[in-house]
């Protein structure tokens, strides 16, 4: 059964920085390409970034390029989003996504239950 | 980027009837790259069609997807309790894909 496990939100503060994880299991994770998506408090899905499977490639959305890193460690199957110069509208849950091939683009097969990060003083 | 506009906002209707949601791309959508998610409360989504008109691992014939270039459509044939929840269509024909603003499906 694939499961993706999302952790490290929490509050911080605007300006800060905050990591997220997502622990994946119950596929080759090597194999797949993997995103973030994230959800603002009653709002609509946005997507924010994307890793291919051997992670030499990454995009990001307009909304957080510059500010965000996503990468993935396939030797411990976990994905990361490193999130930088915090803004209130970042407030968001987070999701780790699975795409169905090793490139991008795609749609995501499987989802975490996601994690909240709130950016508040 | 292309922008994907759904309608209506709100469906109300009865468990039985059928729902028609609606989802227009501001430009042709390549290949159609075409995905349709469910969301409810408190829930992550969850893939319904891919491909603009294939279904997902598991997921009940009552739901298909149809249409091309701009316009796409989804339909429950007939509404289960469970079925009431957002609609989300998805975008993935380029390197920055795009979500639909989302349906809302309501009992009536």
């Known amino acids: 059964e694939v499961q993706l496990l999302e952790s490290g939100g929490g509050l911080v503060q605007p300006g800060g920085s905050l990591r997220l994880s997502c622990e994946a299991s119950?596929?080759?994770?090597?194999?797949?390409?993997m995103a973030w998506v994230r959800q603002a408090p009653g709002k609509g899905l946005e997507w924010v970034s994307a890793i291919v499977s051997n992670g030499y490639n990454t995009y990001y959305a307009d909304s957080v390029n510059g500010r965000v890193t996503i990468s993935r460690d396939n030797s411990k199957d976990t994905l990361y989003l490193q999130l930088n110069s915090l803004r209130v509208e970042d407030t968001a849950v987070y999701f780790c996504?699975?795409?169905?091939?090793?490139?991008?683009?795609?749609?995501?097969?499987?989802w975490g239950q996601g994690t909240l990060v709130t950016v508040s003083s | 980027e292309v922008v994907l506009t759904q309608s209506p906002g709100t469906l109300s209707l009865s468990p039985g009837e059928r729902a028609t949601l609606s989802c227009r791309a501001s430009r042709t959508v390549s290949s159609n790259y075409l995905a349709w998610y469910q969301q409810k409360a408190g829930q992550a989504p969850r893939l319904l069609i891919y491909?603009?008109?294939s279904r997902a691992t598991g997921i009940p014939d009552r739901f298909s997807g149809s249409g091309s270039e701009t316009d796409f459509t989804l339909t429950i044939s007939r509404l289960e309790p469970e079925d009431f929840a957002v609609y989300y269509c998805?975008?993935?024909?380029?390197?920055?894909?795009?979500f639909g603003g989302g349906t809302k499906v309501e009992i009536k």
């Open positions: 491909g603009a008109s």
């Open positions: 119950g596929f080759n994770f090597k194999s797949y390409a």
């Open positions: 996504a699975k795409v169905p091939t090793g490139s991008w683009y795609g749609f995501f097969d499987y």
């Open positions: 998805q975008e993935y024909g380029t390197s920055r894909i795009a």
